[in-house]
């Protein structure tokens, strides 16, 4: 009598519990319910090498230079170089450098002059996978700083280059498109000349070839035509900002303002004030801004990107700067926009198999079991509000597949009620009395309910490490009611048994 009382207050704080889970929060719903945008992206993973490749081996010119040799001009082809230097000593001294500083990244080849460099398999695929992982890491701090509830973002397959993008509530798919594809790589650069109306024009001015450690730049087109010459190696990068947000010019216009680190700001102040009079371009993804003069050293970290921007766009580009360069740039490979609308539909249909399924199930358990069928819809109702309480709690989203998985629950959960109640009526038609009956059904069901329970656990489980957005739904709704359905099944309906023998030892209805 003790025993059955602890029980039976357990099984109504917990069901006091999970039906307050369930009712007092609105239940998150994925993509195909909710609405929003589905994206399929691939990152440009050899323009990720190309750069690191660059990077690495301007380093080397720069610490070349350092020793007062002259920098070697540089032909760059993906994942390698050719560096021919002014003659075989400093070509020997070059390749010295890149087996101190890159033992482990690049194989150096020297013929005379000329040194061949190329990345490491091994190298370039950890750069690979880093790029990767990176974009992943930009793309979902982006999408947080937008503020998408339940975002799904992941890599798809092993070893690939492609994300899956879900966002669900998106009703502007192009602003959130432009968001994820905007590289957003910030630069301030030296200028040597211009502007100028064409590229031609500026290697004119330069007797018809490029100078050493200079590139040429457009500018935006939203801010005007031209190009400039500009230094290869940035004086800072958008790695040097703290901040970056949403601003006013001097005349009260959108701009983007931006506070640089403080190693940031020290190398702003060096560069500003050893270069009084000259202009700084401000370059974002390869495109110059603005170029404005230097009239004198800068010493703030407070900065802005002065430009024909509306609010939205002003505060879009701080978001992207706030969340850091992608390293490398990405092209959508499927896109699919589903709309609040059909994501109605959805759940209404949804809904109806659901009703339709349990009021299938409720009617045959009372005709065919009669009282002991009231007992198994008692423990099922119980089961429902514990995978919505549950999923609740832990802010998991419902898609339509997980709708699938709560109607497949119903059909389990009455499915181990049916395993114990056969076993029950097998004892009660060898004479053995209602008691001996109900523990003898409970422990020979027991050992099937859990072998199907587990099994079918243990599949969730790989569908939901394997598996994508909707998959991962159904497998997760799925897991929670497998737990549910045989705490419910196990404890709560033998409780629910015992309570009945206590009032009517003599009779049982099944």
Do not use: H
């Amino acid at each position: 009598m003790q025993e059955l009382r602890w029980k039976l207050i357990l099984v109504a704080a917990l069901g006091a519990v999970f039906a307050f889970l369930a009712l007092t929060q609105p239940m998150n719903l994925g993509l195909d319910l909710r609405g929003g945008i589905y994206l399929e992206l691939n990152v440009d993973v050899d323009e990720a090498v190309t750069a690191t490749v660059q990077d690495d081996l301007e380093g080397i010119g720069r610490q070349l230079a350092d020793e007062g040799i002259t920098a070697p001009e540089t032909a760059y082809m993906g994942n390698s170089a050719v560096m021919t230097a002014s003659n075989d000593s400093d070509a020997v001294r070059l390749t010295e450098l890149l087996g101190e500083f890159y033992p482990n990244t690049y194989s150096a080849r020297r013929s005379g002059n000329e040194v061949s460099v190329e990345m490491q398999a091994l190298a370039e695929d950890a750069e690979r996978d880093g790029a990767i992982n990176q974009a992943l890491q930009i793309i979902r701090n982006r999408v947080d700083q937008y503020g998408v509830a339940e975002p799904v973002i992941q890599r798809l397959g092993l070893g690939g280059t492609q994300i899956l993008v879900q966002l669900p509530g998106v009703e502007n798919p192009e602003r959130i498109k432009s968001l994820l594809r905007n590289t957003a790589l910030l630069e301030l650069k030296l200028v040597q000349a211009g502007p100028l109306a064409t590229r031609q024009a500026i290697l004119d001015s330069r007797g018809g070839e490029l100078p050493p450690g200079t590139e040429i730049l457009q500018m935006d087109p939203a801010e005007g035509t031209g190009f400039y010459l500009v230094d290869s190696v940035p004086l800072i990068t958008g790695r040097d900002l703290k901040t970056a947000g949403l601003g006013q010019d001097d005349i009260g216009l959108p701009a983007v303002s931006f506070t640089l680190s403080t190693e940031g700001s020290r190398k702003f102040s060096d560069a500003t004030g050893a270069n009084v009079g000259r202009q700084m371009a401000i370059v974002l993804d390869d495109r110059v801004r603005t170029a404005p003069t230097i009239e004198e050293r800068i010493s703030t970290p407070q900065a802005i990107i002065r430009g024909q921007y509306s609010v939205q766009e002003a505060q879009d580009l701080g978001l992207v700067l706030r969340s850091g360069a992608l390293p490398a740039s990405i092209e959508y490979l499927s896109e699919r926009f589903v709309g609040p609308s059909l994501g109605q539909e959805s759940i209404d249909q949804g809904v109806l198999a659901a009703v339709l399924g349990l009021a299938i199930v409720a009617a045959f358990m009372v005709l065919y079991y009669k009282g002991a069928g009231i007992n198994a819809l008692v423990a099922l109702g119980l089961n429902m509000i514990i995978v919505i309480g549950v999923m609740n709690a832990l802010g998991a989203a419902l898609t339509l597949p997980g709708i699938a998985g709560m109607i497949l629950l119903v059909g389990m959960a009455v499915d181990a009620n049916v395993l114990i109640f056969e076993r029950i009526r097998e004892e009660l038609d060898l004479g053995k009395t209602v008691r001996s009956s109900v523990d003898a059904g409970f422990n020979k069901a027991f050992s099937a309910i859990i072998d199907a329970n587990v099994t079918t656990l243990v599949a969730a489980i790989f569908l939901f490490q394997f598996g994508t957005g909707p998959v991962k739904g159904f497998a997760v709704t799925l897991s929670i009611g497998i737990m549910a359905s045989m705490f419910t099944a196990i404890f709560v309906s033998r409780a629910l048994f015992d309570l009945w023998i206590l009032r009517r030892s003599q009779t049982l209805s099944i």
